[in-house]
């Protein structure tokens, strides 16, 4: 039923490009929302969770300076140690950790099942990283305390 929906919907789009009623990129807009669009055999489900790859890059990209920084951080923290500024610098790592972590479920949670895939492939073992860091620095002050 669904693919029928989308295959009429796309035959009028046609037909109203010919009559010069809508733009090729209006039709291109369509296909695009349509492909992003997910169906189960069992019911007909629309799943709105689809990010476009020019929003999607820069999502990643957000993403990907603010681990460099939240990995900055993390270092500064760790070479502080045994410091006066090591409370300042650890909050402050540990703050844009936990952000870009959020940022980053936030992120998956608006994905498909195939873009989701491909981010963790990317960059999930980058935020893992951090998670680690932040453990081994947590738990150095667990040993010497």
Wanted: hydrophobic letters at 35%.
């Amino acid at each position: 039923m669904a693919a029928s929906i989308i295959r009429t919907m796309f035959l009028r789009c046609q037909a109203a490009v010919r009559s010069n009623a809508l733009t090729l990129q209006t039709v291109r807009k369509l296909e695009t929302s349509l492909v992003c669009r997910s169906f189960t055999c069992q019911s007909v489900l629309w799943n709105d969770k689809c990010v476009e790859a020019p929003e999607l890059k820069k999502l990643v990209d957000n993403l990907t300076y603010k681990f460099s920084e939240a990995r900055e951080l993390l270092t500064d923290a760790r070479e502080s140690q045994d410091t006066v500024y090591f409370s300042e610098d650890l909050e402050d790592a540990q703050k844009a950790v936990e952000e870009t972590l959020t940022e980053y479920r936030q992120l998956l949670d608006k994905l498909t099942d195939q873009q989701r895939q491909e981010i963790i492939s990317t960059i999930g073992l980058r935020m893992e990283e951090l998670k680690a860091q932040q453990r081994a620095i947590e738990d150095h002050l667990k040993d010497h305390h």
